[in-house]
């Protein structure tokens, strides 16, 4: 199970389950957010900034597409959940696209969503606990995810320079 | 560790620091962006796969110590520019202990050769 080269498993549970529990409470504080956006919880939990929450949750920017901003963000956090659940303890050879799915739900998504998250003190001179929670929770996965991408990519490294399917080994992986 | 934690203190110092010492304008939104930003590469860098986010605080800390100066920022917002930036510079020169191996990691995928 663990790739060649490697002294662990980045698929073993023992490291997947930290990321699949760090994306069910990111799922839990953006999907609250979401229903505050909604209108369905009348105010957001918010110990520290006063009026702040207020001001970022119902700026025009979190306004600009068809569904709240927050409500995306409960959506990339079920997509880790869920990419981060598929497969067994072998996947980064046996289903490397979950694992290239998983990665950039993780890494370069979380990070699209961090950086909207330093923009808000910025354009709206205010801070959100909870939004600043739900970035640092993106964060976190980060770094972790990582290991499991690079030895998926591995895989389709080895199979291109051996001649083979790098297509093939992508969706059906490698024995 | 230690060189990231101290990351990731000067990262959120930035993220404080224009309202705590009362700075505006262009220094303090410098501050905000690149706070945040030093203080995430640094977390990442925790992780030994993303060790090499540590190399982002060595050119943000270089903005930071100048940025002061270029901003027009007042004598207090200088000094502590030139604090964190030197202290961001100088923890992207500290990598930290390596356990893990990882193949011919993320360089291995274009370069042969290694393992």
């Known amino acids: 199970m663990t790739p060649p080269g490697w002294s662990y498993n980045p698929s073993s549970w023992s490291e997947r389950l930290p990321l699949i529990g760090l994306a069910t409470i990111g799922f839990g504080i953006a999907g ?8 369905t ?36 956090y079920l997509l880790d959940a869920v990419s981060g659940g598929i497969g067994g303890q072998g996947r980064w050879r046996t289903q490397p696209w979950v694992v290239v799915l998983f990665g950039i739900a993780v890494g370069p998504l979380g990070a699209v969503s961090l950086l909207l998250v330093i923009l808000q003190p910025v354009l709206f001179h205010a801070w959100c606990t909870l939004c600043l929670a739900s970035a640092l929770v993106s964060l976190l996965m980060i770094g972790p995810a990582m290991d499991e991408l690079l030895a998926s990519l591995q895989v389709l490294v080895r199979e291109r320079r051996a001649g083979r399917s790098v297509w093939r080994a992508f969706w059906g992986g490698v024995e | 560790m230690w060189a990231r934690a101290l990351g990731v203190l000067a990262g959120v110092w930035l993220m404080a620091a224009p309202a705590v010492l009362g700075y505006g304008g262009a220094a303090r939104v410098s501050d905000l962006i690149v706070g945040p930003i030093a203080a995430s590469a640094s977390i990442i860098a925790v992780s030994e796969v993303t060790r090499s986010f540590r190399w982002a605080t060595l050119p943000l ?23 964190t930036g030197a202290l961001l510079m100088g923890v992207a020169l500290v990598r930290g202990r390596l356990r893990e191996r990882f193949g011919g990691g993320w360089t291995g995928l274009w370069r042969r050769g290694d393992a």
């Open chain 1, 32 to 39: 609250y957010l979401a229903l505050v956006q909604l209108g």
């Open chain 1, 41 to 76: 919880i009348g105010r957001a939990w918010e110990p520290f900034f006063g009026r702040g929450s207020e001001t970022i949750l119902h700026s025009g920017v979190s306004r600009l597409l068809p569904v709240p901003d927050a409500a995306l963000g409960a959506a990339g």
């Open chain 2, 61 to 83: 800390g270089g903005w930071i110590v100048v940025a002061p100066w270029l901003l027009g920022a007042p004598g207090a917002a200088r000094v502590s520019g030139l604090v």
